[in-house]
């Protein structure tokens, strides 16, 4: 097309550019011509500099008129270079979301807009679009796994019959759209409850997003909607696929040929014109919070979306979010209850023991260290043992032990290059840094003082592992962590081995503890937890809770042999109000009082957050930064009631060579927070400039770690 022939239109698209990049600045947008009106939502390629990019056209925004006689100096459009329009247009309501998610995250809506889209879709031409198009028609055995409508009736096979809990959750969540919190403690049949829902929201014709928290954890999941939904086209959204099978689903969902839509945080973008249910399992979890680029939450985006087609939204945990429990109490989100496990299965038995008062750590074990597991529980792992039942215990750290130390000199295994001790890795012995990456063969001797008797201190899963070995003679021990799991289908096939039986006892980190359907696990231990306790993170309390809740759903889950399964806390408080309501499985105590202790000290969710971060050779560059930032934003007039505390450097400052300083801003009220920070971030990007020693900074609209 050529901008020489004829009258041509002008359109405004979102392109990729981050928001306060001095281009399109208020937008986001950059304007362009064609030659034939082009309506919002069509996908095209667009000069910019040199380069020539993928856009969307966008709704055109409105400018206030110019004053009359005024004239506007128009700069020399350029003509849009192709225009992809094979497949249907990005709807308003997806455009909605988008606007919605750039400016509350406060990122550029072009920039956001191009990458929730698979990125095959932006760099594909038209005819290659139109190929691909036609193949969704067919299966394809190599882009994944999609069932297409065979052979089987109508009829979804006959599923259970519904407990009565499950019956009233369910009829009580069709009365109203109003958000609802499915609130039932593992192994009390939530999963059940998304399928009922699913399956009403598919007899009405409707599409259905289900988000999990991570989907290569949750296999089984998708194995249970594909087996009750055999006539559907499910379509999954995760990073484990391949480009070409995210560009597939995300058609699929697109075109709305897919019925069933099954992702991780990413998929709550899915294009999905037929929309009638969105499902979060695991409400709490913190990976639906994005952490780098736009750090969106994507089950607080399901629940806008949701409301703003006016469809139903199901938030499933056992220990919900306290946001979600805080808007529960205020009448803003329904609570759907399902307080009893399936088949009458107990929760497991809670047993705090008090690390204080063992008389001896019990024998050395191993490598000459205390063994780290209290005699009551050896005792109790032996039983399991002998009566074939699985074990779980509970480490979070991998590794063999957090840190090298030498006892002649006192040196210790830092990062040369990071705030943090580089950590023993006995398999391969190597140093590694698990923030930068350094790894480096173990030294022979301190490379302070040349003595050789350099020890670990401390202790990882990898030495567990070993310790277990040696008091657990003939034991089949496995360990589960990221080391142990790194090749392709390495979790799955170690997942199998303990479902097969071909494990007794089963060492890993908080892999272990999420959504596992394990039948002969009858004891979990959590070996060390009480870090958490002692942290600044104000949430960490939160997050230990849940952890060791989802920890203790893995045993017992087998109801006929629930009766003798236990919870072992290894603790040296073990009066601590925490631990005493999770001996109580009374998640409801427990969120009253970090609510009270949040309302008292004023944080979420009684307060409203954003974390402004700055990068830089020197911690001091950054501090200035901050500092001056926080100055401009106390002088103007929208951020009365808008506090900015002073520039602090987090718990890991340093990675990579670079020093990090961060800086909280908070307001009791979400609007004011909002229109503070659209008021005051555009100017940061002058303000960087003139700060050169500020490698990079980003904001953080409500931030989960601290
Ligand atoms: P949750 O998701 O709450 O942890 P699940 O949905 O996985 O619980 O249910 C636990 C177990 O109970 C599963 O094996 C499931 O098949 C079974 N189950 C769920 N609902 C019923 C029911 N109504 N009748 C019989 N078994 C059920
Ligand atoms: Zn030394
Ligand atoms: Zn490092």
């Not at 020539?52 to 100096?73: K, Y």
């Not at 979600?324 to 803003?332: F, I």
Request: charged share 20%; glycine share 8%; hydrophobic share 45%.
């Amino acid at each position: 097309m050529s901008p020489e022939t004829g009258a041509s239109a002008r359109i405004s698209v979102a392109i990729e550019a981050p928001r306060h990049a001095a281009l399109g600045a208020s937008t986001g947008l950059l304007d362009y011509t064609s030659e034939r009106p082009l309506a919002p939502g069509t996908l095209v390629r667009v000069p910019l500099g040199r380069r020539e990019v993928a856009g969307i056209v966008w709704d055109r925004p409105r400018l206030p008129d110019p004053a009359p006689g005024a004239t506007i100096e128009e700069p020399a459009l350029k003509p849009v270079k192709a225009v992809l329009d094979a497949m249907p247009l990005l709807s308003a309501p997806w455009r909605a979301l988008i606007d919605f998610a750039a400016a509350y995250y406060q990122r550029g809506l072009g920039e956001l807009a191009l990458a929730v889209l698979p990125p095959q879709l932006r760099r594909i031409d038209d005819t290659q679009l139109s190929r691909r198009l036609r193949r969704l028609e067919k299966r394809d055995p190599f882009e994944g796994a999609v069932q297409v409508a065979g052979a089987s009736p109508g009829d979804d096979p006959a599923p259970v019959s519904l407990t009565p809990d499950q019956a009233a959750a369910l009829a009580a969540f069709a009365e109203s759209t109003t958000p609802a919190l499915l609130h039932g403690v593992t192994g009390s049949g939530k999963t059940e409850v998304y399928l009922r829902a699913t399956s009403q929201a598919l007899q009405a014709g409707r599409q259905v997003l289900v988000l999990v928290p991570e989907i290569n954890l949750t296999p089984q999941l998708e194995a249970r909607f594909a087996e009750r939904f055999p006539g559907r086209v499910m379509a999954s959204l995760h990073s484990a696929l391949t480009p070409a099978q995210r560009l597939r689903h995300w058609l699929l969902a697109h075109e709305g040929r897919a019925d069933l839509v099954l992702g991780t945080r990413l998929a709550v973008f899915a294009s999905l014109p037929r929309l009638g249910l969105i499902v979060v399992d695991e409400e709490h979890d913190a990976s639906f919070k994005q952490q780098e680029g736009a750090r969106y939450s994507a089950r607080d985006l399901a629940v806008w979306r949701a409301r703003q087609l006016g469809v139903p939204v199901m938030l499933g945990s056992a220990t919900p979010s306290l946001e979600t429990w805080q808007r529960v109490l205020q009448g803003r989100y329904r609570r759907l209850a399902l307080p009893q496990r399936i088949g009458g299965g107990e929760l497991p038995r809670v047993r705090l023991i008090d690390m204080r008062t063992l008389p001896s750590q019990g024998q050395p074990a191993a490598g000459g260290d205390a063994m780290p597991l209290a005699p009551p529980l050896l005792v109790a792992l032996r039983e399991r043992l002998q009566r074939g039942e699985q074990s779980l215990l509970l480490l979070n750290r991998r590794g063999y032990a957090p840190v090298l130390h030498c006892s002649a000199c006192g040196w210790k295994s830092g990062c040369p290059h990071c705030s943090a001790w580089r950590v023993f890795h006995k398999a391969d012995r190597t140093l590694r840094c698990h923030h930068c990456g350094l790894a480096e063969r173990v030294p022979r001797a301190c490379p302070e003082c040349g003595n050789l008797d350099i020890s670990p201190l401390g202790r990882g899963t990898e030495k567990l592992e070993e310790q277990l070995a040696a008091v657990l003679p003939g034991a089949r021990i496995a360990r589960i962590d990221a080391d142990s799991t790194r090749g392709v289908g390495e979790l799955e096939r170690q997942l199998a081995a303990v479902h097969d039986g071909e494990v007794d006892v089963l060492v890993g980190t908080q892999i272990l503890a999420k959504g596992h359907d394990f039948r002969r696990v009858t004891l979990v231990a959590a070996v060390n937890p009480d870090g958490a306790l002692f942290t600044s993170d104000f949430r960490a309390p939160e997050r230990l809770f849940a952890l060791l809740m989802q920890a203790a759903g893995r045993a017992g889950r087998d109801a006929a042999q629930s009766a003798g399964s236990e919870m072992w806390i290894q603790t040296t408080s073990p009066k601590h109000a925490l631990y005493a309501a999770l001996a109580r499985h009374d998640y409801e105590a427990f969120a009253q009082a970090q609510l009270d202790e949040r309302r008292a000290a004023g944080l979420p969710p009684f307060a409203h957050l954003a974390l402004v971060r700055a990068e830089a050779r020197e911690a001091a560059a950054a501090t200035a930064f901050l500092r001056e930032a926080a100055a401009d934003l106390q002088a103007l007039e929208v951020a009365a009631g808008v506090r900015a505390y002073p520039p602090v450097p987090p718990a890991l400052s340093r990675v990579a060579d670079v020093e990090r300083v961060q800086m909280l801003v908070e307001s009791a009220s979400r609007p004011a927070l909002q229109r503070a920070l659209a008021a005051w971030l555009p100017g940061l990007v002058a303000l960087r400039g003139r700060h050169k020693g500020v490698i990079r900074w980003a904001v953080d609209v409500d931030p989960l770690s601290i």
